[in-house]
């Protein structure tokens, strides 16, 4: 199957700064990306989606101006967490999707913990 | 919207008996359904995928599935249980182009020695 790299795979940010979390699909190109959130010992909830050169689209609940997505190319997706606060330590994860077979491939997430 | 239930949270079995990890799934048409593993503190696994055809599908570790339409279900399933099974198991249905995934509960799968 196709590989999503996800960097860094953890990270600990003092409250009040921001976090970036790359995802990157290493051997096709992504035109959608997904981006899920997983709390200790909860499911994935989905966050956002988003389509290379587009914005992204947010699920209700999430906060488009905390969690910035950015899809500049075909290849790499972001998510920056905007004045992290302790609430947002998580296990984020992304899932990359190539457009036409109905799969989309999981990076190996990020544990962002906000101290 | 879809929506997948899993039943059961917590699972314990010994090692060597069978396992069934049930799944049940509220979608409009015909679903894409997977089943993925994840280890704690780590990503997630993939163990099998059911698009159309087969019903009964095989997957990596000596997993199978079988998708019931009539009770919509997806139950998980394997013949002898591992100790390096224990995890958390996910069901999870797709949208309609099977990649923007709904997940249910989570079950965590503990073996006993």
């Known amino acids: 199957g196709a590989v999503v790299s996800q960097h860094p795979s953890w990270v600990i940010c003092k409250s009040g700064t921001s976090v970036k979390i790359e995802c990157r699909s290493l051997?096709?190109?992504?035109?959608?990306m997904f981006w899920y959130r997983q709390f200790p010992k909860q499911s994935l909830m989905l966050m956002a989606t988003?389509?290379?050169?587009?914005?992204?689209?947010?699920e209700q609940g999430v906060e488009k101006d905390k969690f910035l997505i950015n899809h500049a190319s075909l290849t790499l997706s972001t998510l920056t967490v905007t004045s992290a606060h302790p609430e947002d330590s998580s296990f984020y994860i992304c899932s990359a999707w190539q457009g036409w077979e109905p799969e989309a491939f999981f990076g190996q997430g990020t544990r962002l913990t906000v101290v | 919207a879809q929506s997948v239930t899993q039943p059961d949270i917590h699972i314990t079995v010994s090692e060597g008996a069978s396992l069934e990890l049930r799944c049940n799934y509220s979608?409009?048409?015909?679903?894409?359904l997977f089943w993925y593993v994840q280890s704690p503190g780590q990503g997630l696994q993939l163990l099998l995928k059911?698009?159309?055809?087969?019903?009964l599908v095989q997957g990596i570790k000596g997993f199978e599935a079988e998708f019931k339409r009539s009770q919509s279900s997806f139950n998980l399933r394997k013949p002898s249980v591992h100790w390096s099974d224990a995890a958390e198991y996910f069901c999870?249905?797709?949208?309609?182009?099977?990649?923007?995934?709904?997940f249910g509960g989570g079950t965590r799968l503990m073996v006993k020695p």
């Open positions: 979608y409009g048409a015909t679903p894409y």
């Open positions: 988003s389509n290379e050169g587009s914005k992204a689209t947010y």
């Open positions: 999870a249905v797709g949208d309609d182009a099977g990649n923007m995934l709904t």
């Open positions: 051997d096709f190109q992504a035109t959608t």
């Open positions: 059911y698009f159309s055809g087969d019903t």
